[in-house]
């Protein structure tokens, strides 16, 4: 693509010489690629070249026609411009130095296509004013005079070709002269003509040029469009990737701290706990699964509580019409209270000793029926607790915080603090002797409603998890 661009801009250095020389080996490269595409020249356009003779050292020669008075202009670009690959940009997979470079010739690129166009432009005015002049001749407009003054005018400073001067000035003045005694042949030569006479050669050659010129210019541009939008993609594809390459390394890299820090042999998903470490308003874990609508639960945990005071909210249950659906809360001089749709009653349970303990609390809505269990006993139960109330679906379990808004707005003096682990929640009421059996670790049971998992619970505010045994923690306290 590249390739392809600098030929065409060596074309367009070659039909508008204004500028600086290129060296002489660009010049020969780009001959037979020039003479393709320029068309051929009349004897119009023989009066801005000159005789054959004359220039024949100084530029190729165009087919059927004059040679070019002036050698191309050629920008070589970069070398260390990256190589374009056989498949497509999309699927290029170029480094940051190649990267680097393809911006540096595209830049370099359109620096170029901006100088020849505006030496284009600077030709475009001088062969309109020289055509001008002779269009001017070969209408019978005769003006020897200001020939003559043309011819004798020197320029100021200059006595011939000094040695110092560019070759290009000393071209563009043999070419002067040489349109000079061509417009003084045509003035000797051709008779009057009329002013309704036909378009002349060199005007018709003067349209065809421009029109060539437009076509150039517009391919550059496509091709300049085009190859941003390939750059672009690519750039896309290449983001995409390193997104998902850095995907993988994190899932990787989870995995290997996971074998390194975890613990030997087989861990099962159920076997850690929540830390809580301070009180405060903004550490708490959430349950990723939510309830649906029951008429009965038992809620099971293990617990340890931290604090000087009461032990706070081990776990609430919020939804959007009522905060307080379901909460456990312990906070200043009260006692433990089991919160149901704002109802409340008061657990004769005691875990204030900083040990770990294993509670439960059942409930069913027919005549509100309740009971609590610490450590597989039953230590309290009651009735006319929210009767006949449904717990009602889609909330949110928080666990460490009292919710005063759904999933919020959460108070630090009603804060848990301490550790959490085998949290679990079943639609009916379980047994005592199954409550015993989640106690004393003989069972294994998993609340069909909300099971104790890792992938399940999400953390936050610096709230951590570890490992977590709870008999064998049971048997250290």
Known sequence: MLAFLGAIICIIASVHPAGTAAPAAAAADNDSAAAALLPAADKGLGALHGPAEALASAGPRLPGGPPLFSRFVCTPLSTECPATGTGSAAGSTAGPEELLALRSAAAQLRRTALEQKERIRMDQETIRELTGKLSRCEGGLRTPSAAAGLRAAPRPGTMGHPPDEPPAVRELEEAVRTLQDRIDRIEQELPARTNGSAPTAPALARDALHTKMEQLEEQLLSKILTLQKERQAASTDRSQQQHNIEKELNSLQNRVTELEHGPLGYSPPDAFKVTIPVQNNYMYARMKKSLPELYAFTICMWLKSKALAGIGTPFSYSVPSQANEIVLLEWGTNPLEL???????????????????????????????????????????????????SIRPQGIIILGQEQDTLGGRFDATQAFVGELAQFGVWDHMLAPAEILGLANCTSHLQGNVIQWDEQAVEVFGGASKAGFAACEEGRKA
């Open 339 to 389: 919160l149901i749709n704002d109802k409340v009653a008061q657990l004769p349970l005691n875990l204030k000793d900083k040990a770990w303990h294993h509670i439960c609390v059942a409930w069913t809505t027919r005549d509100g029926k309740w009971s609590a269990y610490q450590d597989g006993e039953q230590r309290g139960a009651g009735e006319n607790l929210a009767s006949w109330h």
